[in-house]
């Protein structure tokens, strides 16, 4: 069974601080570039997107640009 099923929504609930944003990010990363989450996980390769109604545009670049 995975984690995150495909064509479905995933939220990350969690408080203040406790990287939901870093992990959303990462596991985005994998997806679209058919890589392994955390350098662990297999994840079938395909598009992916983050909604995220906190981080700032600029951030999240960095957040990007800083996981590979």
Known sequence: AGLIYVGQPTY???AS???KTSIAASLALAVAHGD???G???VEPGPAAILDWET???R???RLHELG
């Open 12 to 14: 990350l609930y969690g």
């Open 17 to 19: 601080g406790v990287n």
């Open 56 to 58: 700032g545009r600029e």
């Open 60 to 62: 999240m670049y960095e």
């Open 36 to 38: 392994k989450a955390f």
């Open 40 to 42: 662990t996980l297999d």
